[in-house]
């Protein structure tokens, strides 16, 4: 019988426990797989669905790490306002952005993607069906490695690029085997900020040609070797500052292959009082003291499952 496999990808500051790490057990997609499984077994008890996290919250601790000490020993450091927002938030999340960019920490990051996905895939079968599932930066990174041309440069660590390589080898439709690999059924990306990015680059009414983070190139050959429309759901929380529409944007690249993919926006309302807050001053700068919790609220969202849920059986 196939298995369906659901492939997450964390964004910025996730960080497991060192027991987690050690054991390559990583728990931060556990409510949403839990969420999905109950409910595509709810309508078929004999689907088989497997969770497979990536996780690459690890790679740059050191970097921080040195980051906080020299800001810290700041003569005016004790002196700045909420030091514990400062180094608990504002510079992992800053900081896992900003080093994936390099080439360095971003080879370092997919050199573990890659080793976890084919653990994670190991022993797929031609019948089985893959599910991508990211989250924040996490949909960055996804779309970075699976179609942007900066990993075929020659300025690239060797590592990276082989690690890179294999990831694609692994999915059906993509370069340098495209008839081999797991085939992409369907995407789901959570609270994503791709349309703010060079990843996507769109200039007057042209693409830009070139751009190593250009990924339109490497996705309409993707959608080119389906034998059916892909279909791809970005969920945004309307309290979410990181999470953008995709429908226009994505459709406008693809243009070329826009009736392959089914591309929705697709808003979730959140939940609690710091909601109900940002839904009263939506327009105001208090809205953003629910962006935090909005932008995490995905991972636990009954109507994000059930859109997952039923994008997979439908496949």
């Not at 800053?94 to 080439?103: E, H, N, V």
């Not at 751009?211 to 339109?216: A, E, F, M, V, Y």
Request: aromatic letters at 10%; a neutral charge; hydrophobic letters at 40%.
């Amino acid at each position: 019988m196939a298995t369906d496999y659901l492939v997450f990808v964390h964004g910025v500051n996730v960080r497991e426990s060192a027991r987690n790490e050690e054991l390559k057990n990583y728990t931060y997609a556990d409510r949403l797989f839990s969420l999905i499984s109950q409910k595509v077994q709810a309508h078929d008890p004999t689907r088989q669905l497997k969770k497979v996290p990536l996780y690459w919250g690890n790679v740059n601790r050191n970097s921080l790490t040195e980051l906080r000490s020299y800001l810290q020993s700041s003569s005016v450091w004790n002196k700045l306002w909420f030091r514990e927002f400062r180094q608990g938030q504002l510079i992992p999340f800053a900081g896992d952005a900003a080093l994936y960019i390099s080439r360095h920490v971003g080879s370092l990051a997919v050199n573990q993607l890659a080793q976890q996905a084919i653990a994670g895939l190991q022993g797929y079968q031609p019948s089985d069906r893959l599910h991508l599932i990211t989250h924040s930066w996490g949909t960055v990174i996804l779309f970075d490695v699976l179609f942007a041309n900066r990993w075929l440069q020659a300025e690239v660590p060797e590592s990276g690029r082989r690690s890179v390589e294999l990831i694609r080898q692994g999915i059906f439709g993509l370069p340098p085997d495209q008839a081999a690999g797991i085939c992409l059924r369907s995407i789901h990306t959570m609270g994503s900020p791709i349309a703010l990015f060079s990843l996507i680059t769109i200039t007057g009414q042209n693409h830009e040609e070139g751009s190593s983070h250009d990924l339109s190139s490497g996705f309409d050959g993707l959608l080119s070797h389906l034998d059916r429309k892909l279909p791809w759901c970005n969920f945004i929380h309307p309290g979410d500052p990181v999470a953008w529409p995709l429908e226009k944007v994505i459709r406008r690249l693809i243009d070329r292959e826009a009736h392959a993919v089914m591309i929705q926006d697709v808003l979730i309302p959140g939940s609690g009082f710091l909601n109900q807050i940002g839904r009263l001053f939506q327009q105001s700068i208090l809205a953003i003291i629910n962006g935090g919790n909005a932008h995490n609220s995905y991972w636990s969202s009954e109507k994000v499952a059930d859109r997952i849920s039923q994008s997979i059986l439908e496949t």
